[in-house]
């Protein structure tokens, strides 16, 4: 998913997972001048035909969060064509203004299923291999918070997601906190820019504080 702003601090860009519920956005990143362009039900390409036909035209982002392939792997794409889709979208983004090309942020595909699965297995093989893509381009860092949802015993509790597939609200918060972490820190890094979460909506979310 990239994100953009108008002046842009931090551009969102992807699939289901940016596309997520507007008070964890708002806590987490509206502060920063932000801007959501995902889309529901997006898959790599989609998202590569959106970055070659304009969709940062307008903007110049000084962050861009990719966070897209889980609709692909559910369609039954595999690991390695996930990756090279999500390779393609990052050259888009760098591409798009050579002069001043952004810092990326890679978000890893999310885990599944209640249980240890084949579904699974093939996010983690995905996140490797997008481990070594995002390796190959400068300014741009994969954040993998699959360990953050797996417990000790292999299973995944249903207050992160309801289905096992999908974000609760407080699930929402705990994958995209380390996103605004990093993103806080380049920007405060390379601009001095100060980027903070809106405290006085976190008693919104049961059990983010």
Request: charged share 20%; aromatic share 8%; glycine share 6%.
């Amino acid at each position: 998913m990239p994100a953009a702003t108008a002046l842009p601090t931090l551009k969102g860009s992807g699939d289901n997972e940016l596309c997520f519920q507007s008070h964890v956005w708002d806590i987490l990143f509206a502060q920063s001048h932000s801007l959501n362009l995902s889309a529901v039900e997006d898959k790599t390409q989609n998202l590569l035909w959106r970055l070659e036909n304009s969709l940062l035209d307008k903007v110049t982002p000084k962050v861009v969060v990719i966070s897209i392939g889980s609709n692909n792997l559910r369609a039954g794409d595999s690991p390695q064509d996930i990756t090279e889709g999500i390779g393609a979208c990052i050259k888009a983004v760098k591409a798009h203004k050579p002069e001043k090309a952004p810092f990326i942020i890679v978000m890893g595909l999310l885990p599944c299923c209640q249980q240890e699965s084949h579904l699974r297995s093939l996010v983690a093989q995905t996140n490797e291999l997008l481990r070594e893509t995002v390796e190959e381009h400068d300014d741009t860092q994969l954040i993998d918070v699959s360990s953050i949802f797996i417990k000790e015993d292999g299973s995944i509790s249903h207050t992160d997601m309801f289905d096992f597939f999908h974000l609760t609200k407080y699930g929402y918060y705990k994958a995209f906190e380390p996103v605004h972490d990093l993103a806080s820190q380049i920007l405060q890094e390379a601009y001095g820019i100060k980027f903070t979460k809106s405290t006085d909506r976190l008693c919104d979310m049961d059990g983010a504080v």
